[in-house]
């Protein structure tokens, strides 16, 4: 199971072909492999997971397509997948079913100290960096990130509590208001989860921003009250649905375009919440455009204790996971699945380790 990577040969480790453990690594721009490794031996306060379901992130096809992600690059074979839920094997909590945080913060540092894990500096993060993600059957994990899942949401509506964690902290660094009206471009899973977010925040009008029509088609179903193509959102098109603008517009597709779009949107003084990571690990836009507007911009880094929160909103049925999820694939088709994702025929793909 593989395809020709451009990573010059030599830089990876081996890596051990031998056990009753299937995993999923990537060995270089599209190069993924099946590998039958040892089973992985929890430490202490760690627990024995079985992955159930990984959903396949924009950060992954990162991954999967440029070697890396911003400043990060592939170092040697790695396990992608940080949206996953699973079912604790053996200790205590065996058999609990449990929605998986990939963030490891220190706990320690100045930052984490005041209360931002997210931008801890010496965070780890599954399937970044040194540290396996979830595209494999088993996997160790820390005790203190194991979210047991309520009897009503199934394996895949716990791997999409990540997703929806990050939507949930881009929402509060918008500083919703009731009754203002919001912007969302892009309308890949996080920017339908804040459609979703900002209708249920009491937001007068809501309008999504896409390329791709099946995606238009879904943040109408999830609440947008419009849906526009990049080229149809003008200024004259903004005035007429948000009067003066949104009070906050979100960016969820990581490139300038939608940046540009998202600072359009945007009211004089209003806030422009930049979640999509782009590509070259650089973002541009028209300086005179947002300084004449005088907007707050602020950026998203993953998440910050989001999950409780996240899987409260799910299980209330106030926010629609389930319906995100298009197409599955099982560990033995992973290639397929990355294939799929990068396609973006559908919403949000997911892997399920455990199925034939």
Same mark, same amino acid.
């Given at each position: 199971?593989?395809? %020709? ?27 993924? =492999? ?7 031996? !929890? ?28 400043? @990060? ?14 079912? +604790? ?14 963030? +490891?913060?220190? *706990? ?12 801890? !500096? ?58 203002? !009206? ?17 209708? $249920? &925040? ?17 943040? $109408?179903?999830?609440? &947008?009250?419009?849906?526009? %193509? !990049?080229?149809? /959102? #003008? ?24 940046? $540009? %779009?998202?600072?359009?949107? /945007? ?7 930049? &979640? ?5 690990? =650089? ?10 507007? *005088?907007?707050?911009? @602020? ?6 204790? #989001?999950?409780?929160?996240? @899987? ?13 999820? %298009? ?12 294939? @799929? /994702? ?15």
């Amino acid at each position: 199971m593989s395809i %020709t990577g451009d990573v010059p040969a030599g830089v990876f480790a081996s890596v051990a072909d031998d056990g009753p453990m299937t995993a999923a690594r990537l060995h270089g721009v599209q190069d993924l =492999r099946l590998h039958h490794e040892p089973t992985p031996v !929890p430490g202490p306060g760690e627990s024995l997971v079985r992955v159930t379901a990984v959903g396949l992130c924009g950060s992954d096809l990162h991954w999967y397509t440029e070697g890396g992600i911003g400043d @990060a690059t592939l170092r040697r074979p790695l396990v992608v997948g940080h949206e996953f839920a699973g079912v +604790i094997e053996g200790g205590p909590r065996a058999g609990t079913r449990v929605a998986v945080d990939p963030a +490891i913060p220190c *706990g320690v540092c100045a930052t984490c100290r005041t209360g931002w894990h997210n931008l801890c !500096p010496d965070v780890r993060f599954a399937g970044h960096g040194m540290l396996d993600g979830a595209l494999r059957e088993l996997m160790a994990w820390p005790d203190d990130l194991l979210h047991p899942l309520p009897d009503a949401l199934s394996d895949a509506d716990g791997a999409m509590l990540e997703p929806l964690g990050v939507a949930l902290h881009a929402a509060d660094l918008g500083h919703l208001k009731l009754g203002a !009206p919001v912007a969302v471009i892009g309308c890949g899973p996080i920017g339908l989860l804040l459609v979703q977010l900002a209708r $249920l &925040a009491g937001a007068s009008t809501v309008v999504a921003v896409d390329p791709l029509p099946h995606r238009r088609e879904a943040a $109408l179903r999830l609440g &947008a009250d419009h849906a526009l %193509t !990049p080229g149809n /959102a #003008t200024p004259e098109v903004w005035e007429e649905l948000a009067g003066p603008g949104a009070e906050v517009a979100f960016e969820a597709a990581g490139n300038d375009d939608a940046v $540009l %779009t998202s600072l359009a949107a /945007a009211r004089p003084g209003g806030r422009v919440v930049l &979640a999509g990571i782009p590509d070259d690990d =650089r973002t541009s836009f028209p300086a005179s455009l947002a300084r004449r507007k *005088g907007l707050t911009l @602020a950026l998203v880094r993953r998440m910050n204790a #989001t999950y409780p929160r996240a @899987a409260r909103l799910v299980e209330s049925g106030r926010i629609d996971v389930s319906s995100l999820v %298009t197409e599955r694939f099982p560990l033995s088709r992973a290639e397929q699945a990355f294939a @799929a /994702a990068v396609s973006r025929r559908g919403l949000k793909v997911v892997v399920e380790p455990g199925r034939p």
